[in-house]
């Protein structure tokens, strides 16, 4: 065990910061939850407009990157290939910035907006039909993984262009930052993303647990209980603890793919032998409202419900603005592992490929899933709303699926997918995590113990929470943590922009397609003029 490669004050502190948030909330839950609870309806009741605008700011930014020379550089020497193949490449980032929780979402997220649609619409009517089909794409598409992407950008560069051997949070901010980057303030950096990715970890453990243990439920008959939900996490738990120790190429990529191909089938299943020309023409028909509308649903809020001129529907800060702060809080860790695993593609393709990738799995997840929810409640064939409102989202969800031909064996399979999808989304988590609390990563692996370390770690907090029955409260306190996060973030684009434009002004040429930065001959030059 190599500790002197643990960066001690980051891992240490971590765990106090997380233990001073958690403690409270297991001995006294009640007073914890009231306080979080203040506070989180103080930030977003207050500042929803700083993660709207942090929204609509970072979709606008990682086009104009895509396209601007920055997109030419590539990430590796001259003549790298790319480590990972695009099938392997997507399917890895969709499993870590996804996870189990669009599953969930994506099968039951429309009913919400059909009883309780934004822009003052009537609820159940036909145009809470159309937002109802188009909402969820907009909350998982290219803004949240514009979000994602940001961070990617100045990690990426620095590890793989300044061959910076540090996969850190706060070695991206360093040209904004300076020297401080390396002290207490590069400490507090980290421990904010390491406690905001903890509680974002189990707000997605929070939602695929009780979904996994319904599917559980329905094929075997054990009843839903705290200790099949335990056992349900322990299981998961030990998927993505091999798969962590195991590393990329033999443990997070192998299970990628697996999880990939499962969530092929199954959304082939339900396209093929659902209502498929409903499904068709409902996505399509969401693509449409979602470009007609884009702009609308990226900035809107309800100023006029602050001076109580017209009634407030809360819509906003219930859907958007928690879903943004959401995406905020797993964006440095989404960030650091996209950013790990695109060496040899060049910046525009990281950029783009993300954005696109993540965006059409979205949209096929909310265009199948969902339209088939959809059309069961709107044919009469399967009360899904009257269902969910009295036994709750997951058994809803797995009365869904048993509308289909074959339900048993496709509600197995659903849950299977469930179990790995979780497990793929820790897996790279505490990979990651493993990372940032090293001084460095040689090789590009974190040290097995700390990667098998922080695997259940990720796990102790849900599951004593689950127990006292206070786990909303863990997911709340993530929400927080990312108000934070977003400062981080900006200083996270004002780094990539300046370390990258200086070394690009140090070189004479670079209007070819690629641009491969040599650091070694910018620094000779620069030792040159010096002297």
């Known amino acids: 065990m190599n500790s002197k490669l643990i ?52 979709f606008i930014f990682m086009l104009y990157i895509a396209f601007s020379k920055y997109g030419k550089i590539k990430l590796g020497k001259r003549g790298t290939e790319k480590e990972f193949g695009t099938f392997s490449w997507a399917a890895m980032l969709f499993s870590a910035g996804i996870g189990s929780s669009i599953l969930y979402w994506g099968m039951i997220e429309w009913a919400y907006y059909y009883q309780g649609p934004p822009f003052g619409v009537e609820p159940m009517t036909k145009e809470a039909i159309e937002l109802a089909m188009t909402y969820g794409i907009f909350h998982w598409g290219p803004i949240a993984w514009a979000i994602y992407t940001l961070p990617a950008l100045p990690i990426a560069y620095f590890y793989y262009v300044r061959k910076n051997p540090v996969l850190k949070i706060s070695a991206a901010t360093k040209p904004v930052l300076g020297k401080l980057a390396d002290g207490p303030l590069g ?39 705290l200790l099949l939900q335990a056992g349900v996490m322990l299981l998961c738990t030990m998927i993505f603890a091999i798969s962590a120790y195991s590393g990329l190429n033999k443990g997070i990529k192998i299970l990628s793919d697996i999880n990939l191909w499962l969530a092929i089938f199954i959304l082939l299943f339900i396209f093929i032998f659902g209502p498929t020309v409903f499904i068709s023409e409902a996505t399509f028909s969401s693509l449409g409202i979602l470009m007609d509308n884009f702009f609308h649903m990226a900035t809107w809020l309800e100023p006029l419900a602050a001076i109580d001129t017209y009634p407030a529907t809360g819509f906003p800060e219930s859907w958007t603005v928690f879903y943004w702060a959401w995406w905020v809080v797993y964006a440095p860790f989404v960030g650091l592992f996209v950013a790990r695993i695109s060496y040899g593609r060049t910046i525009k393709e990281m950029i783009l490929g993300t954005m696109i990738y993540g965006t059409l799995g979205s949209i096929l997840f909310f265009g199948v899933l969902g339209n088939f929810g959809l059309y069961l409640q709107l044919s009469g064939s399967f009360d899904v709303i009257s269902y969910m409102n009295e036994f709750g989202a997951p058994a809803a969800i797995i009365a869904i699926l048993n509308q289909l031909p074959i339900s048993g064996f496709i509600v197995i399979v659903f849950t299977i997918l469930s179990i790995v999808f979780l497990s793929t989304t820790f897996d790279s988590a505490s990979y990651i995590l493993a990372a940032v609390v090293q001084k460095h990563v040689p090789g590009g692996e974190a040290l097995r113990w700390n990667r098998l370390f922080w695997a259940f770690t990720l796990l102790l907090l849900p599951l004593v929470l689950m127990f006292i029955g206070d786990l909303e409260a863990l997911q709340t306190a993530s929400i927080v943590a990312g108000f934070p996060v977003m400062f981080i973030m900006l200083l996270l684009a004002i780094s990539f922009v300046k370390a990258a434009g200086s070394d690009l002004r140090a070189m004479k040429e670079y209007r070819s397609p690629t641009i491969y930065i040599d650091r070694r001959n910018i620094e000779k030059k620069e030792d040159t003029n010096n002297k």
């Open 187 to 225: 400490i507090i950096i980290d421990i904010l993303f390491i406690f905001g990715l903890l509680g974002g970890a189990g707000t997605t453990l929070a939602l695929g647990t009780p979904m996994i243990a319904e599917g559980i439920h329905d094929f075997t008959g054990i009843p839903v209980t």
């Open 7 to 58: 960066d001690w004050p980051t891992f240490i502190g971590a765990l106090v910061v997380l233990l001073a948030v958690s403690l409270p909330l297991i001995f006294y839950p009640e007073a914890g939850s009231n306080v979080i609870n203040t506070i989180n309806e103080f930030i977003t009741g207050n500042f929803g407009i700083l993660f709207l605008a942090l929204g609509l700011l970072a």
